[in-house]
């Protein structure tokens, strides 16, 4: 069992900038990918940027440039750093864990970002 979570969301104003932090705790296996998701109303959950145990990184084509994804291996800790954000990224943002061992996924609760105009 993994649990995840998450901090660091809010409201902002646009240009601005927030980290988000998720920390994952439980049956941990190193070998793992750890990714943010975003969801707004209505619409299907998306990737917004995703990384590997060795540091391979994607990101939508959407938050290039602006968004930063890293992780603490140690502490089994994922960030996302969000800069020079606009309305459209207001959603509810999702940290999501996937084992390669077990291929067993996991999601945190959710925290909204706001982006105000």
């Known amino acids: 069992q993994v649990q995840l979570v998450e901090s660091g969301g809010g409201l902002v104003q646009s240009g601005g900038s927030l980290r988000l932090s998720c920390a994952a705790s439980?049956?941990?296996?190193?070998?793992?990918?750890m990714a943010w998701y975003r969801q707004y109303p209505g619409k299907e959950r998306e990737l917004v940027a995703a990384t590997t145990h060795s540091g391979t990184t994607n990101y939508a084509d959407s938050v290039k440039g602006r968004f930063t994804i890293s992780r603490d291996n140690a502490k089994n800790t994922v960030y996302l750093q969000m800069n020079s954000l606009k309305p459209e990224d207001t959603a509810v943002y999702y940290c999501y864990y996937r084992s390669a061992l077990s291929g067993a996924a996991y999601w945190g609760q959710g925290t909204q970002v706001t982006v105000s105009s």
């Open positions: 439980g049956s941990i296996f190193k070998i793992n990918t």
